[in-house]
């Protein structure tokens, strides 16, 4: 039986599938029971590109198979685009992420084919979305300096204190301070100024 | 002995008038956020405050929220309930149960991810009130761990959104770095700083307030609750809070219970191997990575919770006496506190930083 691995090398990145725990990168996932399609649309939500996904045979033999860049890609907001299509895009994308998911956990009223119908008709609306838009390249003025990619902050959890409240107080007060932190403070901003 | 709820109960004077007067202004905050406690140290009072970083979910069908009234607890929107901070680290003892951890080995824990908001909750009450202030904080990231792959990035990244949600301006600071500010402005903030904390042992070398070597290791105080756990057959906790009552690195261990005499037996065995272990790593580290000529001898300023044991100083000094060091010693010290150490440390390089934004 033949079956598939995620592979992702770059380190830190948290990883989210349905179905499964949280795992952080660098990470072999085993996905051979899980949708495949889900997967990648969880990983291009996520902003990660930069991953492999190979089968392997019962003889341990591994084979890369290809996903195709435009699956992969999430389009940059280094390049300006129409942000009403962004946000379509976007809106679609939680849609199929949400539907894939529902058919994954079968936690939903609708139908196993009920999902497959939204899901084509959705794949279909994206792909004419995708199709329809176009990028400007700005090119900017050249630097020396190195080309830092920022990290996409998606896979930081959302703090969601709605409907959360604490009783009581868990902190204990341990100390008064002596020393005069002001001066030490003042001795610090000199001393690093000098040394600059 | 080590512990901080007992310390808690000290009496304590509340405000101090001058910094009082000073509300008007940018309010500070140092912010020491360890794998066992956390402490908080602000610009306008005296005061520490600090809480132990775990937690533990409660079955409602066991115990009903009535019978909470003296515990510190968080509920959530779907009436789960979490005991936080000292009182889930009692309870946990009383049951025999382990505690949740929100942070492991210095970090954010991938076990805990839903803790966050529980976290975040901790974080408010701990911080206290900055509505409508001017508010920034310095909070406290380990460096990264020579001897364990895990990234710090997502650890950091948490904790200032955590911050973000707040209304707080945040920046990290290196935790080691911290017990320098802290501790050596005698030495204008030259020395190397040690922090013995819960997940990780993190140290920093400074020289006038530049930071010339920072590098962490993933074996401190949770690394010889284990241990030792493992060779007594108890759980973890159970450990930690003997250690936090009885242990003794020097002197006499008047202890008549022979199981317990054989945990701490135990325990100051994994502390000799922790000192040493930290001890080889700092040579090899320096000799590797330090290009500096340090013509003074550097203090060394030992803290973090781990350190707390009576005798710990005495025995650090009697482990690296058995090396030969890259840089001369000028002492080896015990922070004033080694508890709120990183967080006064962090309070003064935010008042510094803040100052230097005027």
Redesign the interface.
């Known amino acids: 039986m033949i079956s598939l691995k995620l592979k992702i090398k770059e380190k830190g990145l948290m990883i989210e599938i349905p179905g499964m725990g949280p795992v952080r990168s660098p990470a072999d996932i085993d996905i051979s029971n899980i949708d495949i399609n889900l997967v990648i649309a969880v990983l291009r939500r996520s902003g990660i590109n930069n991953y492999n996904i190979v089968s392997v045979t019962e003889d341990g033999i591994e084979k890369t198979i290809s996903v195709p860049q435009e699956l992969k890609k999430k389009v940059k907001d280094k390049y300006p685009t129409d942000t009403s299509v962004d946000k379509r895009f976007d809106r679609l994308e939680s849609m199929m992420v949400n539907l894939l998911n529902r058919k994954f956990e079968s936690k939903t009223h609708l139908s196993e084919e009920q999902i497959t119908n939204k899901l084509d008709r959705l794949e279909t609306l994206t792909q004419s979305i995708v199709n329809g838009q176009k990028h400007t390249v700005v090119h900017t003025n050249k630097s020396d300096e190195p080309v830092i990619e920022e990290m996409d902050t998606m896979f930081i959890p959302d703090i969601d204190l709605d409907g959360m409240s604490m009783k009581g107080s868990s902190r204990k007060i341990i100390e008064v301070n002596e020393d005069n932190l002001d001066e030490a403070a003042d001795l610090l901003s000199s001393i690093t100024r000098k040394e600059k | 002995m080590g512990n ?2 007992e ?2 109960q ?1 009496p ?2 509340t405000v101090n008038k001058e910094k009082a007067k000073k509300r008007g202004a940018p309010l500070c905050i140092g912010l020491d956020v360890g794998t066992m406690h956390l402490a ?2 602000r ?1 306008d009072t ?7 970083n775990v937690f533990m979910p409660i079955d409602t069908d066991d115990v009903h929220i009535s019978e ?1 009234s ?9 009436g789960e309930v979490y005991i ?4 889930a680290f009692k309870y946990a003892n009383i049951f025999g149960q382990e505690v949740s951890r929100p942070m492991e080995k210095g970090l954010i824990s ?1 076990k805990e ?1 839903a803790a ?3 976290l ?3 974080i ?3 911080i206290g009130n900055v509505k409508g202030r001017d508010t920034y904080c310095c909070y406290s990231i380990p460096a990264e761990a020579i001897d364990e ?3 710090v ?2 650890h950091e ?2 904790w200032g ?2 911050l973000k ?1 707040l209304g707080i301006n945040y920046t990290s600071v290196n935790e080691a770095m911290a017990i320098i ?2 501790e050596c ?1 005698a030495e ?2 030259s020395g190397i700083g040690i922090s013995f904390g819960a997940g990780m042992a993190n140290v920093a070398v400074a020289y ?3 930071e010339a070597l920072t590098f962490s290791t993933a074996r401190a105080g949770d690394w010889i609750d284990r241990l030792t756990a493992e060779s007594v057959g108890m759980i973890a906790n159970r450990v930690t809070n003997l250690k936090e009552k009885y242990m003794k690195l020097a002197g006499e261990v008047k202890i008549k219970n022979k199981k317990t005499r054989r945990i701490l037996e135990s325990l100051y065995y994994h502390h000799e191997a922790l000192i040493s272990y930290t001890v080889k790593k700092i040579i090899k580290e320096f000799d590797d990575k330090v290009d500096i000529e340090v013509d003074e001898a550097l203090p060394i300023i030992v803290s973090g919770g781990t350190s707390m044991p009576e005798g710990f100083v005495e025995l650090f000094k009697t482990v690296i006496s058995e090396y030969e060091l890259p840089f001369e010693v000028s002492e080896i010290r015990k922070a ?2 080694p ?2 150490a990183v967080a ?1 440390g962090l ?3 935010n ?2 930083d803040v ?2 934004m005027k």
């Open positions: 901080p709820d310390q808690a000290a304590v004077e908080c140290a610009s005296d005061e520490v405050k600090i809480t132990r909470l003296d515990i510190s607890y968080v509920e959530g929107a779907d936080i901070g000292s009182d991938s991810i966050i908001d529980v975040t909750l901790m408010k009450d701990l792959g895990r990234s990035t997502y990244r948490v959104s955590i949600r500010y802290s402005a204008k903030f006038k307030g530049i004033k506190n508890l709120t006064n309070l003064i390089r008042m510094s100052k230097g």
